[in-house]
């Protein structure tokens, strides 16, 4: 399973949570604690679909390119993702077997209706209702991996 897509809403809704501030990819890297690298390949892919621009230089960074609430998850998928969430295996089935000769037609109906209910629901859901589900959860304690209670920081 690829976690591009939760890649990018993460990022996005840090974005947002920035408002008009650019961020750079290493800033964006810390928060989901992954190389800078993978966040500049899918902000090069947010870019690509007009969520986010990007400016180079000393004072430059990424920000959205619109407001949360017009960016849909949806979108957000579409933009990282290659293809639905379902998808066939990459190699055919045996042709010999009864049920490798028929399952992918069968499979290919079951993901379509699958792969139409997800993007439905992604299609409800903005970066602006992720960012205030996730401004809902600052403050509350969380537990870390050394099993101090924490706050979660209001800031960034």
């Given amino acids: 399973m690829s976690s591009r897509f939760a890649v990018a809403v993460h990022t996005l809704t840090l974005m947002a949570w920035a408002g008009d501030e650019p ?6 890297a810390a928060s989901v604690k992954t190389n ?6 899918i902000l090069c892919a947010l870019a690509q679909a007009g969520l986010v621009t990007s400016q180079t230089g000393a004072t430059g960074g990424s920000r959205l390119a619109c407001k949360p609430a017009r960016i849909t998850l949806l979108a957000v998928h579409r933009a990282v993702e290659e293809k639905g969430v379902f998808a066939l295996h990459r190699r055919p089935p045996s042709r010999q077997c009864p049920v490798g000769v ?3 037609s069968v499979l290919d109906d079951i993901f379509e209706h699958g792969n ?3 993007e439905h629901v992604l ?3 903005t ?6 589900n996730t401004r809902s959860c600052v403050g509350t304690a ?11 920081p209001t800031n960034l």
Avoid: F, T
């Avoid at 969380?142 to 979660?152: A, H, M, P, T, W």
């Fill in 36 to 41: 800078p690298v993978v966040i500049r390949r």
């Fill in 116 to 118: 139409k209910a997800v």
């Fill in 23 to 28: 961020l750079k990819s290493e800033q964006i």
């Fill in 123 to 125: 299609s409800k859901i």
């Fill in 102 to 104: 028929n399952i992918e």
């Fill in 142 to 152: 969380k537990k870390s991996s050394d099993g101090e209670i924490k706050r979660l």
């Fill in 127 to 132: 970066i602006k209702n992720v960012l205030q």
